[in-house]
């Protein structure tokens, strides 16, 4: 008998779902917390601390999703779109992982060219450098930033569009629930 699949693996919608809260929460703090505060500051050293752990986080989780989503079943295209639209989703969500992704990476550059694993994790008591700017992957790590606000934002305006305008359940598709239907 052929099942249906209509909405998304459970553990790939708690990690959608457990990762928009985590981005958007890191985003906010790089943006509002750590990039107004000076590197000359002795509490950066802190706030430092819980961004990049998450950071890592989101790392691990980022690929544990990308694993989860290949190996596991996905519902159909939604209908109420065109072929172009469809398309356009899916560069979207690629664009999301390659994002994050390199965001991940382009801050561990940070770290490593800063020194910042001995500085923030270890404690050495040795001071930032004077700005981080100086560091390739910091610009990178920015502008990557402010794609990844983009996306994130067209994102969340489709799927806006998609439950208010449309109302074609595509968000109950990435929500807790019944998962098959049998044909």
Known sequence: MNKTVHSYHPLLVLLHWALALVIVGSLCYGFFVLGP???ADPSKVDLLRPHMAIGMAI???TL???VVRIFTSKPQATTSAGAAQVRLAGAVHVGLYVIVLGMVASGFAIAI????PDIVFARSGA???ADFSR????????????ALVALLALHVGAALVHQFVRRDAVIRRMWFGQRFEKE
Do not use: D, K, Y
Request: glycine share 10%.
């Open 113 to 116: 060219a800063a020194g910042l």
């Open 59 to 61: 790392g691990a989780l």
């Open 37 to 39: 505060t000076t590197n």
């Open 64 to 66: 544990l999703r990308l």
């Open 127 to 129: 001071p930032l450098p």
């Open 135 to 146: 560091f390739t992957a910091r610009t990178m790590h920015a502008v990557l930033g402010l």
